[in-house]
């Protein structure tokens, strides 16, 4: 899809459609009423029916006549004005540009860049359009019959129109930031995406390999021999059940200084999560190919922020297995040793994402980085806590929480604290080993986080829970059932923060 960026008048354009915003009860601006004046008072008449007052989520799609330049106008309904935030901005461009898709019109002049918001500044209004666009432009539709999947991908040329007194320039940067953005939030969907049978850890680390080429970063890759002659344990133990080989991929992106210490991002890259021997039931256990997202997160962001050129240095590491039953699997019972040298009983084999995450943390400890943040689809627990609307954020220093909860905040991407006292850690001492891989029922995201607290006791971490948050069940605007590439959109406004 190609984006453009255009000065001009709204009733001046010539194209398959214009796409003007309406704010609930305000008619009368200049567009709108010289619109009215051009179609014989349609726009007066349309609204003193109600059957188009502006309200939040309305279209009225319109056919020009001979006065209009022109050939169809698409008002949005935006709401109420007080109400209308970058949030809503996001979520309207991207029903509209789903709306429009799916009435085969694919080329359209999009009035958005003009509808002001408070306290916003036009380069996060024009970035946050061209996201919401972008986004549900997205498909994953390569094992789809030819016919659907060309009758999905409509989307083709979006001219964004803004008005005489802003700065192209100024909107080109945020369009070139929103499709770095989209770039990584897609590979990241792509990959969650990916069915367990395509995606091995190696078709995980293969994937990431051909990233970091074509963006210009450093990969490296940690192999089973490897990773045994390290003293990855924990990762070696979910491992094992697998036929699939672990891979341990560590991408490494440099934009600042050398002396400079990296952010050290880490995902949990369980491609298949099955349970092991603590089986899952069957029911949606195929949603468990997400299992991963943590992983697509990390390595969507790592390239997101090599094509912004940020100003930091980054590493993204990802402990790349698949969690399956069989006769080489770890039982529940068995004590593995981990990286650290610390010990765990693992009760539960299907709480292996903590397991793999374990000797992730430790091995980052070796970049002396700034901060670590890890994301995982770690428990059901912080779905029951939060439903689909956020994801959990915990860790040891309240600083960061702080910083990132803000930076879901503005990217639409929302963070919601738990805590971490230290009596949650009472909770997974072990009988027979340092820890043990479960807490029990009660506080399952917190016990989860105070596992990983262990082994993250060297830096400032803080860990996000997504397991609500990486898979769409349904589908929406902006937001295609399955894979949603969450993490890359907070993690990105977090880094250009800091
Ligand atoms: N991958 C799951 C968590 C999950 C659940 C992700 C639902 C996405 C949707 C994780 O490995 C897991 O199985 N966690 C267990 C932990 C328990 C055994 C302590 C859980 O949450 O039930
Ligand atoms: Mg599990
Ligand atoms: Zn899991």
Request: glycine share 12%; hydrophobic share 45%; charged share 20%.
């Amino acid at each position: 899809m190609k984006i453009t960026v255009k000065k001009g008048k709204a009733l001046e354009q010539k194209t398959a459609c214009l796409v003007l915003g309406v704010f609930e009860g305000k008619y009368k601006d200049e567009a709108l009423i010289g619109l009215d004046q051009q179609l014989d008072g349609v726009l007066s008449r349309a609204t003193k029916s109600k059957e188009f007052v502006g309200g939040k989520g309305s279209f009225l799609l319109l056919h020009g006549g001979k006065q209009t330049v022109a050939e169809r106008i698409l008002l949005v309904g935006l709401g109420k004005e007080s109400a209308f935030t970058l949030r809503s901005l996001r979520q309207v461009s991207s029903s509209t540009a789903k709306f429009l898709a799916e009435k085969q019109l694919g080329s359209f002049v999009l009035g958005f860049p003009q509808v002001e918001i408070k306290k916003t500044a036009f380069v996060s209004r024009v970035e946050a359009i061209t996201e919401g666009v972008l986004l549900a432009d997205y498909r994953y539709d390569r094992y789809l019959p030819k016919k659907q999947a060309e009758k999905s991908a409509v989307l083709d040329h979006v001219t964004l129109l803004i008005s005489d007194s802003e700065s192209p320039a100024i909107a080109k940067t945020a369009v070139a930031t929103a499709q770095a953005i989209g770039a990584g939030v897609c590979f990241a969907r792509d990959l969650v995406n990916a069915p367990g049978n395509l995606k091995s850890p190696e078709y995980m680390a293969m994937q990431a390999v051909a990233m970091a080429e074509q963006v210009g970063i450093t990969a490296k890759l940690l192999n089973r021999r490897e990773l045994e002659r390290q003293g990855f344990g924990a990762m070696l133990g979910v491992a094992q059940g697998s036929v699939y080989e672990p891979y341990l991929i560590i991408l490494e992106y440099q934009g600042g200084n050398a002396e400079t210490k990296p952010v050290a991002l880490v995902g949990k890259g369980v491609t298949f999560d099955a349970g092991g021997i603590s089986l899952k039931p069957a029911e949606k256990m195929d949603e468990m190919k997400m299992d991963m997202g943590g992983a697509a997160a990390v390595l969507g962001t790592i390239m997101t922020a090599a094509k912004m050129k940020l100003p930091i240095n980054l590493v993204a590491v990802v402990p790349a297995v698949e969690n399956m039953p069989s006769g080489t699997a770890i039982r529940p019972g068995d004590i593995l040793t981990s990286l650290s040298g610390k010990t765990i009983e693992v009760l539960n084999t299907d709480a292996e994402g903590r397991l793999i995450l374990a000797d992730a943390l430790t091995y980052v400890g070796r970049y002396e980085p700034r901060v670590v943040i890890d994301v995982a689809t770690l428990t059901g627990a912080v779905i029951v806590g939060l439903g689909n609307y956020a994801a959990g954020v915990l860790g040891n220093h309240n600083g960061l929480i702080q910083h990132l909860i803000k930076a879901g905040e503005a990217s639409g991407e929302r963070l919601w604290q738990l805590p971490l006292w230290e009596e949650y850690t009472e909770l997974i001492k072990s009988d027979f080993a340092d820890v043990k891989n479960t807490g029990g029922r009660a506080a399952g995201t917190i016990t989860a986080a105070a596992f990983l607290q262990e082994f993250a006791d060297d830096y400032c971490w803080a860990h996000l829970d997504i397991a609500g948050m990486a898979w769409e069940g349904n589908g929406r605007a902006g937001q295609p059932k399955g894979g949603t590439g969450f993490g890359v959109r907070v993690l990105v406004e977090y880094l250009r923060g800091i």
